[in-house]
């Protein structure tokens, strides 16, 4: 069997080394337009900041080492330009020569991510502007302020990757204004819950220009103005465009593949897409969403190494069926952690649930402990069933344990009430033994 792979990254790259471990005889090809692989694409903001040194830090991988810890041939700087599903062949440009080769598969496994969104605005192309993808473009951004060591940053953007630059920015003493179009950073967040991220923001100099819409760039006086909609211009030395992903999808759209939401590439719970031998995993692909079971993007690093694994699995003739995403994730906002499972309130009633919420503000741990903070938790219920919808965390100790209890609760369906019941850790420099998540339950079922 020959397996192609188009992306050597998160779901590309954990497929190839599943596939491996399945079928010792399978020839293994992966096609990787950038210049590395499996590289770390959630510490890229890190090195812009300088709290991760070492580049080589985040391509945890190269080609030659993989080759020979899994015998899979890994093609960086290689673009798949076609899919031929009739002749069960790819189309592949060397970028570093320009020569172009078709290659046969037997299975053909798609995990080309998402690129930045990027709007014909004026002024966009400016060597000024950059966006966050790659190893190439993360170089591209500290070269820059290693170089020209700008005093100011306009992040535009304000969900997980522009916060975290923001955040990385003002780590190198750069003033750094985030402008976002909506009323709140972090829209996963229900607006309550996002105002902690906000305040945390401000108090670590952070500007927020929030509801503001970007109308262009301008460079001038060796800088750049962001124009904005019905507010002054921003003068600038640097931007950052962080408002969002769309799915990789074009090469699927040209071989007929189906789509579905924003033109992500249509796939079954085998990672299966409409024509045979061709799977898809990650970013570019449309799941269900564990908690409504309604159709969803969402772009995050463990569903797209589950879902590769799936995938890999299917094509050496297994049967495994991915569940669905629910969209856990945590950031660390400077001192503060925030993080999300599932459902905020906000959508959970657009969409029709008659939802409920309870908020607390725990210790983080034993209060005659030293050292214990305050924490902020929401969990979002059904009314009625009080099936859990989902939950919200923002503090400074301890929320990344709590959200991955209550992460693990919604998937095993438990209700809201039965959070009381959980058996919980305890010592005084961890929690208390009245645990959050368990005040929580009892709050509910009050
Ligand atoms: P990717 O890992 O993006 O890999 C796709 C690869 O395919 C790319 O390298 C691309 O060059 C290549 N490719 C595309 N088209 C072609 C083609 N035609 N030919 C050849 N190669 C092609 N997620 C989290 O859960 N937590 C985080 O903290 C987090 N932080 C992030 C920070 C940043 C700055 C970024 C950019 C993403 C972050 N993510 C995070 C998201 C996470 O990285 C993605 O969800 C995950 O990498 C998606 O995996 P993927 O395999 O679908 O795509």
Same mark, same amino acid.
């Given at each position: 069997m020959k397996v192609v792979i188009v992306g050597g990254v998160a779901g590309g790259a954990t497929a190839a080394a599943r596939i491996r471990r399945l079928d010792e005889q399978a020839e293994i090809v992966v096609f990787e337009? %950038? =210049?590395? +692989? %499996?590289?770390?694409n959630c510490g890229l903001p890190y090195y812009i900041g300088g709290v991760i040194e070492d580049p080589e830090e985040l391509t945890l991988q190269t080609p030659e080492s993989f080759f020979s810890r899994f015998r899979i041939q890994m093609k960086v700087r290689h673009e798949v330009t076609a899919i031929h599903p009739d002749r069960k062949t790819v189309a592949v440009k060397n970028l570093e020569t320009g020569e172009a080769f078709e290659e046969r598969y037997d299975k053909l496994l798609l995990s080309p991510g998402a690129k930045p969104v990027r709007p014909n605005?004026? =002024? +966009?192309? %400016? =060597?000024?502007v950059f966006t966050l993808r790659t190893v190439e473009d993360t170089l591209r951004i500290r070269n820059y302020v290693d170089q020209h060591q700008p005093r100011s940053a306009v992040l535009v953007g304000g969900g997980f990757i522009g916060v975290e630059v923001a955040e990385n920015l003002r780590h190198t003493g750069i003033n750094v204004t985030l402008v976002e179009l909506g009323s709140q950073l972090m829209s996963p967040f229900d607006s309550d819950m996002a105002s902690f991220i906000h305040a945390e923001m401000r108090k670590h100099g952070v500007k927020l220009a929030l509801g503001r819409m970007v109308k262009g760039f301008e460079e001038k006086d060796g800088g750049v103005e962001v124009h904005l909609e019905n507010a002054a211009p921003l003068h600038t030395d640097l931007v950052v465009l962080a408002i969002g992903v769309s799915p990789e999808s074009s090469l699927a759209k040209d071989a007929g593949l189906a789509l579905g939401l924003k033109g992500s590439i249509l796939v079954n719970d085998r990672m299966e897409t409409s024509v045979p031998d061709i799977y898809a995993v990650g970013d570019a692909v449309q799941v269900k969403h564990y908690v409504t079971g309604e159709d969803a993007l969402i772009a995050l690093a463990g569903p797209a190494n589950k879902q590769g694994r799936i995938a890999a699995d299917n094509i050496c003739g297994g049967d495994s069926r991915y569940q669905g995403s629910q969209g856990s994730s945590v950031i660390k906002v400077f001192d503060m952690t925030a993080a999300i499972t599932g459902m905020n309130e906000t959508n959970a009633r657009k969409s029709g649930l008659d939802a409920d919420a309870v908020i607390l503000s725990p210790m983080s741990h034993a209060g005659y402990y030293p050292g214990g903070k305050v924490m902020t938790m929401k969990v979002v219920f059904e009314k009625g069933t009080y099936r859990l919808l989902g939950a919200q965390i923002v503090g400074y100790e301890g929320v990344d344990k709590r959200i991955d209890v209550l992460a693990t609760a919604i998937h095993a369906g438990m209700k809201a009430t039965r959070l009381k019941d959980l058996d919980l850790a305890y010592a005084p420099p961890y929690s208390s033994a009245k645990d959050p998540v368990n005040m929580a339950g009892f709050m509910i079922d009050n």
């Open positions: 337009r %950038s =210049g590395y +692989i %499996s590289y770390a605005l004026p =002024g +966009i192309n %400016s =060597g000024k």
